[in-house]
């Protein structure tokens, strides 16, 4: 589960939950996006008011790195790292049986955000 709190008051603000555990870092930028990955291969952006999911998209193998934000050219950009494998995947795998033949992988993927 991801879980978005006012740190101020301890009150839950919103709730993300996942089919599985999450491994992945949550990146939370000045614009109000939140990005996480998940253990089935989806990268995903939240509404960080809310906890609307904004964006989805499937890179093929599982997450458990940290996303980071850059700029470049007065462009902001999102890296995502995605690779499913090592102690983590096996560890799952006995777990969560369906992971067991999740793909691998060793990749990095940069999205550019929209400009407004």
């Known amino acids: ?17 996942s089919k599985y555990p999450m491994m992945a870092s949550v990146l939370a930028t000045g614009g109000g996006l939140v990005l996480t990955g998940d253990v089935e291969g989806n990268a995903l952006a939240f509404d960080a008011a809310n906890g609307a999911v904004l964006w989805t998209f499937n890179t093929g193998s599982g997450h458990r790195g940290s996303p980071i934000t850059y700029a470049l050219g007065g462009k902001q950009y999102i890296a995502v790292p995605s690779g ?4 983590a995947a096996r560890g799952f795998s006995r777990t969560f049986p369906a992971l067991a033949d999740a793909p691998g992988g060793s990749k990095l993927f940069v999205f550019g955000l929209p400009e407004e």
């Open 84 to 87: 499913w494998g090592g102690v």
């Open 1 to 17: 589960m991801l879980e978005a709190l006012d740190v101020q008051t301890g009150e839950i603000r919103w709730q993300y939950r």
